[in-house]
């Protein structure tokens, strides 16, 4: 898996799929790694797909916290560029449906579609997200483990076979890359600007998320004439761990309705 050097930052990253394949650049959310889209790629073989660890996760450069939300919307871009991609769509999921509204505002060129998988044009409070952030940086990731597997996964979080992976990979996350995320994310209102978007928009709502509830997803969508909305059944905020056949085959049908095959 290659480390791309930007300037001033190495991302690690991956690109599958045939050359010359429909593009796609997959964007993980916080605390967790390009890894979580495994179960996407391995069902979409006929797409060139990038995707990477965000800045402060996975395998990537931890710079120092705070992170601005134009920061990871610069890396996204650099990285797309660096491999020539042009008229991709752009799945993002949670941070990464915000960073992937930012880029569409910023890059149509670059950005044919969206795929706002649980995500909104803002999500909780800079307040909340403050609080939740002093806690990381005084107790580990280890205190907030249980109330974000709840978000996550619902009530019966404890139950669920996604459980123990996703619990696992929010704890390898450092919490200097977490808090440096979670802070670009507590600094972002993008309803303005994703009101301006025209572009096809595919809204993904998990039925039980307690982090991006499907009205909120929802209300997100809206701002984006002509957007699709799918809620997946029996998942929450990480549906292509919990729910893989229903994730691919909303992402599939959308591909397939813009042409992007
Ligand atoms: O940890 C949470 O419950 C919120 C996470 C969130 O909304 C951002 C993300 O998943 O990228």
Redesign the pocket.
């Known amino acids: 898996m290659p480390l791309i050097y930007l300037p001033d930052l190495r991302l690690n990253t991956r690109l599958d799929g045939p050359e010359g394949g429909p593009p796609l650049i997959l964007i993980h959310?916080?605390?967790l790694s390009h890894e979580i889209w495994d179960p996407l790629v391995a069902r979409l073989p006929g797409h060139r797909i990038l995707r990477f660890d965000l800045r402060g996760h996975g395998a990537s450069d931890r710079p120092p916290a705070p992170y601005t939300m134009g920061s990871l919307i610069r890396d996204t871009e650099r990285l797309a560029d660096h491999f020539a991609l042009k008229e991709t769509v752009v799945i993002g999921?949670?941070?990464?449906g915000m960073i992937a509204q930012g880029l569409a505002v910023k890059r149509l060129d670059l950005v044919r579609g969206l795929v706002l998988s649980n995500t909104a044009a803002r999500?909780?409070t800079a307040a909340g997200w403050h609080d939740r952030i002093a806690l990381v940086r005084e107790q580990g990731l280890e205190a907030v483990a249980d109330a974000?597997m709840e978000?996550?996964l619902g009530r019966n979080w404890r139950a669920s076979p996604a459980m123990p992976d996703l619990r696992a990979r929010l704890l390898a996350t450092h919490p200097e890359g977490w808090a440096g995320c979670a802070a670009a994310?507590a600094g972002t209102d993008f309803y303005e600007t994703t009101a301006t978007l025209r572009l096809p928009a595919l809204a993904i709502a998990g039925a039980h998320d307690?982090?991006?509830p499907p009205d909120l997803v929802r209300e997100t969508a809206e701002l984006i004439p002509g957007h699709r909305f799918r809620l997946i059944r029996g998942a929450g905020?990480i549906p292509m761990a919990e729910r893989p056949d229903d994730y691919a085959e909303a992402i599939r049908e959308f591909l397939t309705g813009i042409g992007h095959v």
């Open positions: 959310a916080l605390g999921l949670s941070i990464g999500i909780g974000t978000r996550w994310i307690g982090s991006t905020h």
